[in-house]
C-alpha cells in the first residue's frame, strides 16, 4: 500500500532564505505526485504535480519540486521564500490507474520578517 | 481552469440535528468526487469515493449510515452528517477528478456541533 512521509511538521524559516520541504513516499508501482499548499481555513490549492515527462516542475510562484524515483521523493523547493508562503503544505501520491489520493501529514512553513 | 464550489463554508448546529455539505463542479463535468475529513494539525483523511449514478464506496472505519453521500449528477455532489455530535466536529473537504490531469478542491466546511 502506498503511503506519504513529510518529515517536518514544522518549518520556520527567514524571510528570503531557501527552504525545502521534504516528502518521501512508498509504492512499488508508478505514481502520481503533487504538493498542495493550504492557508488557514481554506481548501487545497495545487502548487505542482509530477505525472510524466520531466522530473523537475516548477509552479508559477517559484516553487519547484523533482521527482526522484531511486530514492521515492518529491522535495519541494524555493530559492527564496516570502511571507505569503506562510502556509501548510501538503504532498500527495496516487499509484498510476487508481483515482485515491494519499496525503502526508502536512508541512506548516511559516516565514517570518 | 477547473473549480468546485463547497457550501457552506461554516456552519454550526445541534448536536443531534443533520447538516448538508454540497460541492458542485462548476464548469465541469464530475464523474468522480472524493470527501475528506481533516482533523486539527493532522492530515487529510479520505472518507469516501463519490461517483456519478451509483452508491459511493467508503474507507474503512468511516459509517456510511452516517456519512450519507450522494452524487445524482455529474455537477453535483451531497455529504450529510446525520444526528451529528461534537466529535464530528471537523473541516470538511470534497475534490473532484480531472479524468488523469489531478484533482481540484473545494474550499472547505468547518462545522462545529454544539
Known amino acids: 500500500a502506498q503511503s506519504v512521509t513529510q518529515l517536518d511538521s514544522q518549518v520556520p524559516v527567514f524571510e528570503e532564505a531557501p527552504v525545502e520541504l521534504r516528502c518521501n513516499y512508498s509504492s512499488s508501482v508508478s505514481v502520481y505526485l503533487f504538493w498542495y499548499v493550504q492557508y488557514p481555513n481554506q481548501g487545497l490549492q495545487l502548487l505542482l504535480k509530477?505525472?510524466?515527462?520531466?522530473?523537475l516542475v516548477e509552479s508559477i510562484n517559484g516553487f519547484e519540486a523533482e521527482f526522484n524515483k531511486s530514492q521515492t521523493s518529491f522535495h519541494l523547493r524555493k530559492p527564496s521564500v516570502h511571507i505569503s508562503d506562510t502556509a501548510e503544505y501538503f504532498c500527495?501520491?496516487?499509484?498510476?490507474?487508481?483515482?485515491?489520493?494519499?496525503f502526508g501529514k502536512g508541512t506548516k512553513l511559516t516565514v517570518n520578517p | 481552469g477547473a473549480v468546485v464550489s463547497q457550501h457552506p463554508s461554516r456552519v454550526i448546529c445541534k448536536s443531534g440535528t443533520s447538516v448538508k455539505i454540497e460541492c458542485r463542479s462548476l464548469?465541469?463535468?464530475?464523474?468522480?468526487m472524493f470527501w475528506y475529513r481533516q482533523f486539527p494539525k493532522k492530515s487529510l483523511m479520505l472518507m469516501a469515493t463519490s461517483n456519478e449514478g451509483s452508491k459511493a464506496t467508503y474507507e474503512q472505519g468511516v459509517e456510511k449510515d452516517k456519512f450519507l453521500i450522494n452524487h445524482a449528477s455529474l455537477t453535483l455532489s451531497t455529504l450529510t452528517v446525520t444526528s451529528a455530535h461534537p466529535e464530528d466536529s471537523s473541516f470538511y473537504i470534497c475534490s473532484a477528478s480531472l479524468q488523469g490531469n489531478g484533482y481540484t478542491f473545494g474550499s472547505g466546511t468547518r462545522l462545529t456541533v454544539v
Open positions: 464548469d465541469f463535468q464530475a464523474t468522480t
Open positions: 509530477y505525472l510524466s515527462g520531466s522530473t
Open positions: 500527495a501520491v496516487s499509484e498510476g490507474g487508481s483515482e485515491k489520493l494519499v
